[in-house]
């Protein structure tokens, strides 16, 4: 089936713009995860979604970054006021209320504030 | 410190090696321990996961989990030019939201 699927799949910015980065998971994942993937950093997590409870923000770098997810499935991440330490890729895993350990990423988005 | 230690390599080998890939970690709660394969501007691709010690195999790749020494091994037998890609260590606890801990990655090139 689909896996994840991810949009733009680059997106290069001015700094102080804002910009909106969309997550579509797999199909009756309930669980719904976003990091970000920066040179010399790896991968470090910023929010997680599960179903209809509230989200777990604890990741999220600075009150610019902001995430919403629709109907329990497309999610949105979005960075207002983007600065340049803000470039990376920014990755979207998604997986099963029972199997949260087996998270499936999608292709992710790279970001470029210039 | 970073909760998880993964030596950065490159680590090239010849086609046909067996190679060892590792990460150390500091996180005693950690109980799920999972290796991603990740290709050049790719999303990570999970290959393993094995909850709590003991060892995984699956084909051409084991996984290990020494909890005493808080130590992660993945082992490629017969390794691939194909398998040439970075390998993240992953690690997450048992309850709450489950976010995977990251090591850095380790860059591997088979050599044909």
């Known amino acids: 089936g689909a896996g994840v699927s991810q949009s733009p799949s680059n997106k290069v910015t001015e700094k102080g713009k804002d910009v909106e980065l969309r997550c579509d998971p797999i199909?009756?994942?309930?669980?719904l995860y976003w990091y970000r993937q920066s040179l010399g950093q790896g991968l470090e997590f910023l929010i997680y979604?599960?179903?209809?409870?509230?989200?777990?923000k604890s990741g999220l770098p600075s009150d610019r970054f902001s995430a919403e997810r629709t109907g329990g499935s497309v999610s949105t991440l979005t960075i207002q006021r983007t600065q340049q330490e803000d470039s990376a890729v920014y990755l979207c895993?998604?997986?099963?209320?029972?199997?949260?350990?087996?998270?499936?990423f999608g292709p992710g988005t790279r970001l470029t504030v210039t | 410190q970073k909760e998880v230690e993964q030596d950065p390599g490159p680590l090239s080998v010849p086609e046909g090696a067996i190679v060892s890939l590792n990460c150390t970690y500091s996180?005693?709660?950690?109980?799920?321990f999972m290796w991603y394969r990740q290709y050049s501007r790719k999303g990570p691709e999970l290959l393993m996961y094995?909850?709590?010690?003991g060892n995984k195999e699956d084909g051409r790749f084991t996984a290990q989990v020494d909890k005493s020494s808080k130590y992660i091994s993945l082992f490629i037998r017969d390794s691939q030019p194909s398998d040439s890609a970075t390998y993240l260590c992953?690690?997450?606890?048992?309850?709450?939201?489950?976010?995977?801990?990251f090591g850095s990655g380790t860059r591997l090139q088979v050599q044909p």
């Open positions: 996180n005693s709660a950690f109980q799920y």
């Open positions: 992953a690690m997450s606890v048992d309850t709450g939201r489950r976010a995977l801990t």
């Open positions: 895993a998604s997986t099963g209320r029972l199997t949260t350990y087996e998270q499936y």
């Open positions: 094995t909850y709590s010690s």
């Open positions: 199909s009756g994942h309930t669980a």
């Open positions: 979604f599960q179903g209809n409870s509230a989200p777990d």
